[in-house]
């Protein structure tokens, strides 16, 4: 095996949670080319990763069409052994069909997959036999790697861990309180009441994007911690990898920050609202902590991304959650 390709171009938690493919197939061909293409704005995901060859960029943003023509060019020109493809969506499958790659490994569920070298079934079920996402991802390598089990990581740099050094020098937590969908996202009334309850003992730094400024600010106005700082926007994604590894906490919702968590091993407790962890979404760090509502609600799972609005108007399934659930994985 020479050169490998690896497609994921979904968002910033699937990237991340493709990782541990890298790891898997450098483990197992340590010698191999491994190249990497994702979406273009989040390929600093992938810097310092002393695994990968090329990545490969597409700006599914603008001009999607006529972007792909030219990212499949650059793939056929790179002449791969082996592409895998992680996700399940046309264009990705239009990319693998034309890769002229020798082999093409990918999931059933992608509407081209009869026309892959291999394809692979592909389940997601709240009910028993549960996977996680890196086991799923990890079976369109069975045939190709060992059994060894490998997390996702990421690699921040020394420059990234010094940036964020002057916020690590007292006790402290990380709380990432956005997501893009509405239902998994642990409400602000909630965050707010966690924030007042929060042990004086710990600076509380608030992460997330440039989008999510001021959605902290707000938090911070409403509560009566005096010891919270917005961060949100201001480092870059491997920093805030860099900065959630020091931290004697991270609470997160079901999105991208949990996977930061795993790909740093860093302590991390997981608020699930909408979605379940039989999923397969759950964090894998060694400190790891999930909470959700203590009631049965037959409603949820509403869907497997979450949703814009709670479908039945209540969101039992975040308002449920007490506080003390989530405080009480500070003293583990």
Known sequence: MQKILIIQTAFIG???LATAVIENLKHRYPD????????????SLLANNPHLGEVITWNKKDNKYRTLFSVIRQIRKNKYDLLINLQRFFATGFITVFSGARERIGFD???LSFLFSKKVKHIVSS???????VERNKDLLKDITDDTFSN?????SKKDFTAVHEYTTA???TMTPSSVWFTKKYPDEKWIDLLNNFPSTYNIY???GKDNMTECENLVLSSTNTKITVLAGQLSLLQSAALMKDAVMNYVNDSAPLHFASAMNAPVTAIFCSTVPAFGFTPLSDKSFIIETKEVLSCRPCGLHGKKVCP?????????????QVLSTLSH
Do not use: M, W
Request: hydrophobic residues 35%; neutral net charge.
């Open 14 to 16: 699937d990237v991340v």
């Open 127 to 133: 009910q028993p036999p549960y996977k996680h996402e």
């Open 32 to 43: 191999a080319q491994i190249d990497f293409l994702l979406q273009k704005g989040i390929e």
């Open 152 to 156: 996702p990581r990421l690699y921040p």
């Open 206 to 208: 608030l992460l997330g």
């Open 171 to 173: 006790p402290f937590v």
């Open 109 to 111: 569920k992608n509407p």
């Open 312 to 324: 039945l108007g209540h969101f039992k399934c975040g308002f449920g959650i007490e506080t003390s």
